[in-house]
């Protein structure tokens, strides 16, 4: 019963460095979202994917990209971390109708 | 873009008492949603609203979908300590491909 599955749950970055943050979904959604959520903020879309191999952006979408190789996998890319990426990040998958409606734990992610 | 305006911010009430709080918008949505986050935990989906004027219960929760369909309410009886963390109202306007605006959330306390 894992539904949404992010990777990994905590990671501190310095400026300037990359990496990658993994989602797995195994309920067969099409669609699949990065939200970033600082504080006082709420939710704001980054990228999202309405399908495998389709991505789209999102509110907030510089300095991330993501792929979408796979249907379960959405992966968002980190290629220079600044410090302003400091956020709890969560990705998201729904089938057709709902949007978002199956949200990961997050990953806390502190540049430095 | 569109955007969500949440009320209140946060609320510090007592337990036993009900909980009230909204969400505006300046543009027309399809969908409302209501989700709740725990501390450390990624926003879990507590009720869906799909037409104007729809009023729906989950438990001691109620929803309605607003009829101008720029607003929605989410209603919380008898609170109950388990009832704290944030509360978001997210919606999605009228094209299909739209992806979920949320709204700040609104930070509930519950004083035993």
């Known amino acids: 019963n894992a539904g949404v599955t992010q990777t990994p749950k905590f990671r501190v970055l310095k400026t300037g460095q990359s990496m990658t943050l993994l989602c797995a979904q195994d309920m067969n959604h099409e669609y699949m979202y990065w939200y970033r959520q600082d504080p006082g903020m709420g939710l704001r879309l980054i990228h999202y994917s309405v399908g495998e191999g389709t991505t789209a952006k999102g509110e907030v979408p510089d300095g991330y990209n993501v792929s979408r190789l796979k249907k379960q996998n959405f992966l968002l890319g980190l290629e220079s971390a600044a410090p302003s990426q400091t956020s709890v990040y969560f990705c998201a998958s729904s089938p057709d109708r709902f949007w978002g409606a199956f949200f990961g734990q997050g990953t806390r992610l502190t540049v430095v | 873009g569109q955007q969500l305006n949440q009320s209140p911010q946060s609320m510090f009430i007592q337990e036993g008492e009900d909980v009230s709080m909204n969400c505006t918008s300046s543009?027309?949505?399809?969908?409302w949603l209501w989700y709740k986050q725990d501390p450390g935990e990624g926003p879990v989906l507590l009720i869906a609203?799909?037409?104007?004027?729809e009023l729906t219960s989950n438990g001691r929760l109620t929803a309605q979908f607003g009829i101008t369909r720029k607003d929605s309410f989410l209603n919380i009886s008898a609170s109950i300590p388990s009832d704290v963390g944030i509360y978001f109202c997210a919606g999605q306007g009228n094209s299909g491909n739209t992806p979920l605006v949320f709204g700040k959330g609104t930070r509930l306390s519950v004083i035993a």
């Open positions: 543009s027309i949505f399809n969908t």
């Open positions: 609203l799909y037409k104007a004027g």
